[in-house]
């Protein structure tokens, strides 16, 4: 083209006049959300973190009757902290598994303060001797803890049934200076000897990170006047 510069401008006229962009929801990706990347049973669980003994990938063989005795959704498998999943002897009476997320993409809606975040899952925690809680906690750059945030203790669930939850509602607000994001899945027993809490299909995403301007239909005959215009002037 001989007049870059014109185009340029009609170009922004365009994406100046087209009807405000909405922020969009983006989602976060989380190794191993289901629980499904390893054979189970066993004492692990692909892309989490976990307490040494104390959550366990299973298909829901051998647990405790009152655990479920497949995933959620019909799916296979899910994490547990029922010792029986491996015929454990005893196990810590708190465990946590988590998982830490690169957000730093996101880092200039972040540090404006513009971006909420939406952690939803499926839980069982069928036992009211034991407590299913998240906490979620944002880290710096050089991985300085920000702030964190832990739900209140879960609600009881009815035997081998799943439900479903979200932290805060969906809308707890990102810090500034957030670079890191980590999920936290607790069991905290309070009696006996088997801790009854289960998970599965774990998600994450941001609100408020600006959509890409893209120009409308409706907006591009005002740019091709405008470069009709400025080329008609070049002439004279």
Do not use: C
Not at 64 to 84: C, E, H, K, M, V
Not at 94 to 106: G, H, L, R, W
Not at 137 to 159: E, Q
Not at 163 to 178: C, D, F, Q, W, Y
């Amino acid at each position: 083209m001989k007049h870059p510069l014109m185009f340029a401008a009609a170009l922004a006229l365009a994406l100046t006049l087209q009807p405000g962009a909405k922020a969009a929801t983006v989602n976060l990706t989380i190794v191993n959300s289901g629980f499904e990347a390893n054979t189970a049973p066993v004492a692990a669980a692909t892309g989490w973190t976990l307490t040494a003994g104390g959550y366990f990938t299973t298909a829901g063989t051998g647990l405790n009757p009152i655990d479920p005795t497949s995933g959620q959704g019909g799916s296979a498998q899910f994490l547990t902290a029922d010792r029986l999943a491996v015929g454990a002897g005893s196990s810590p009476s708190s465990v946590s598994a988590f998982q830490d997320i690169n957000v730093s993409a996101y880092a200039a809606s972040i540090d404006a303060n513009l971006v909420t975040t939406n952690i939803g899952f499926w839980y069982n925690g069928n036992d009211p001797n034991d407590d299913a809680k998240l906490t979620i906690s944002f880290f710096n750059a050089a991985n300085g803890l920000i702030s964190s945030t832990t739900t209140a203790r879960l609600a009881t669930t009815p035997a081998n049934t799943w439900v479903s939850g979200t932290v805060a509602g969906g809308l707890l607000a990102v810090p500034a200076n957030t670079r890191t994001l980590r999920i936290a899945l607790l069991a905290i027993r309070g009696t006996g000897t088997v801790t009854n809490i289960n998970w599965d299909n774990i998600t994450a995403s941001l609100s408020g990170i600006p959509a890409v301007v893209v120009p409308t239909p409706a907006a591009m005959p005002a740019g091709l006047a405008l470069l009709t215009l400025l080329s008609l002037r070049r002439r004279k």
